[in-house]
């Protein structure tokens, strides 16, 4: 009932007009949605809007508008939505048709939900196509656990990639959001027992495994088949230490294996931020905006000839 609401409130949002012509297509590979708001009043929050002036959304149907306005200001074609139910994804996909590809979220608890025949349900009827944000390290579970296997042989089975976070928390996230939070399980480096077992499994790691820099890039020159997005990074850290991360990336020879993803959470400005930040870096040339905005995307999503074209007529 809450979808189909949703929905009914929300008819014209797939026809908003693209306002900014003179920026290439973008993929997003980090949006999230949310079933309920206002966010939960939480000190960890409180870093954020205050650093960057931003108001977090106000409702669910103020998020989900918000953000696609951003969306069609900046020019970004398709994103990857996570969310914690079905529910939610059918409602922002039903809301923009063909604007979302969604990313189931997995709560490992001692029985994981959503249970793994829910989640190949969700897959075959096109509302899941990755799984993930897979969000173990506030629940204090590492990549490895057992009770992930099943759900990574049904992405391997199914050919869907998994999204993980690897990096840090907000500020005081063990204290006042998340007791089971432990820095060490945003570390990349546990992500290889998985990667041995499932070779055919695609991964990225979101936020680009900071500040983990070598683990990072060890994993990625090791396993190909490992991307990583720009994720939070790339608008709450300080320009210049996201810019020092992102250069030793791609200096590292990642260029082509790094995508832009904005992490909005609650505030759908950041998607802004996010996108004017990469287009001020110094360090990168035009190929290698382009390939983070867009192609190294294209490519990991496996879009067809006729998507990529439809995105550049826009």
Same mark, same amino acid.
Request: net charge neutral; hydrophobic share 40%; with cysteine.
């Given at each position: 009932?809450?979808?189909?609401?949703?929905?009914?409130?929300?008819?014209?949002?797939?026809?908003?007009?693209?306002?900014?012509?003179?920026?290439?297509?973008? =993929?997003?590979?980090?949006?999230?949605?949310?079933?309920?708001?206002?966010?939960?009043?939480?000190? =960890?929050?409180?870093?954020?809007?205050?650093?960057?002036?931003?108001?977090?959304?106000? #409702?669910?149907?103020?998020?989900?508008?918000?953000?696609?306005? &951003?969306?069609?200001?900046?020019?970004?074609?398709?994103?990857?939505?996570?969310?914690?139910?079905?529910?939610?994804?059918?409602?922002?996909? #039903?809301?923009?048709?063909?604007?979302? =590809?969604?990313?189931?979220?997995?709560?490992?608890?001692?029985?994981?939900?959503?249970?793994?025949?829910?989640?190949?349900?969700? +897959?075959?009827?096109?509302?899941?196509? +990755?799984?993930?944000?897979?969000?173990?390290?506030?629940?204090?579970? #590492?990549?490895?656990?057992?009770?992930?296997?099943?759900? !990574?042989?049904?992405?391997?089975?199914?050919?869907?990639? +998994?999204?993980?976070?690897? #990096?840090?928390?907000?500020?005081?996230?063990?204290?006042?959001?998340?007791?089971?939070?432990?820095?060490?399980?945003?570390?990349?480096?546990?992500?290889?027992?998985?990667?041995?077992?499932?070779?055919?499994?695609?991964?990225?790691?979101?936020?680009?495994?900071?500040? !983990?820099? &070598?683990?990072?890039?060890?994993?990625?020159?090791?396993?190909?088949?490992?991307?990583?997005?720009?994720?939070?990074?790339?608008?709450?850290?300080?320009?210049?230490?996201?810019?020092?991360?992102?250069?030793?990336? =791609?200096?590292?020879?990642?260029?082509?294996?790094?995508?832009?993803?904005?992490?909005?959470?609650?505030?759908?400005?950041?998607?802004?931020?996010?996108?004017?930040?990469?287009?001020?870096?110094?360090?990168?040339?035009?190929?290698?905006?382009?390939?983070?905005?867009?192609?190294?995307?294209?490519?990991?999503?496996?879009?067809?000839?006729?998507?990529?074209?439809?995105?550049?007529?826009?």
């Amino acid at each position: 009932m809450k979808t189909v609401l949703l929905a009914m409130c929300l008819p014209t949002f797939a026809s908003l007009p693209m306002t900014q012509a003179r920026r290439q297509p973008i =993929i997003d590979v980090h949006l999230h949605a949310y079933p309920s708001f206002p966010p939960p009043a939480n000190p =960890i929050w409180n870093a954020v809007p205050k650093t960057l002036s931003l108001s977090p959304a106000a #409702s669910p149907v103020d998020h989900l508008r918000a953000t696609l306005q &951003e969306m069609d200001r900046y020019n970004i074609v398709l994103g990857v939505v996570s969310g914690p139910d079905e529910a939610v994804l059918r409602t922002w996909h #039903s809301a923009a048709p063909g604007r979302f =590809i969604g990313g189931c979220w997995l709560q490992v608890g001692a029985t994981p939900k959503p249970s793994v025949g829910d989640l190949r349900r969700a +897959v075959q009827d096109g509302i899941c196509k +990755v799984l993930g944000e897979l969000n173990l390290a506030y629940e204090g579970v #590492s990549p490895d656990d057992s009770r992930l296997e099943p759900y !990574y042989d049904l992405a391997e089975e199914l050919g869907i990639p +998994v999204g993980l976070h690897s #990096s840090l928390g907000p500020p005081g996230t063990p204290y006042f959001h998340a007791p089971r939070f432990r820095v060490s399980l945003g570390d990349p480096k546990l992500l290889e027992p998985v990667l041995l077992r499932h070779p055919r499994l695609k991964f990225y790691l979101m936020h680009a495994g900071h500040p !983990y820099l &070598e683990a990072t890039k060890a994993i990625m020159a090791v396993y190909p088949q490992v991307y990583a997005d720009v994720g939070v990074i790339s608008w709450v850290l300080p320009r210049k230490e996201f810019y020092r991360y992102l250069e030793a990336l =791609i200096d590292a020879g990642f260029g082509e294996r790094l995508m832009f993803g904005s992490d909005q959470v609650f505030w759908p400005r950041a998607i802004g931020l996010a996108v004017e930040t990469l287009e001020a870096a110094p360090f990168l040339n035009e190929q290698q905006r382009r390939d983070i905005f867009y192609n190294n995307a294209a490519r990991f999503f496996g879009l067809t000839e006729h998507a990529i074209a439809k995105h550049h007529a826009k």
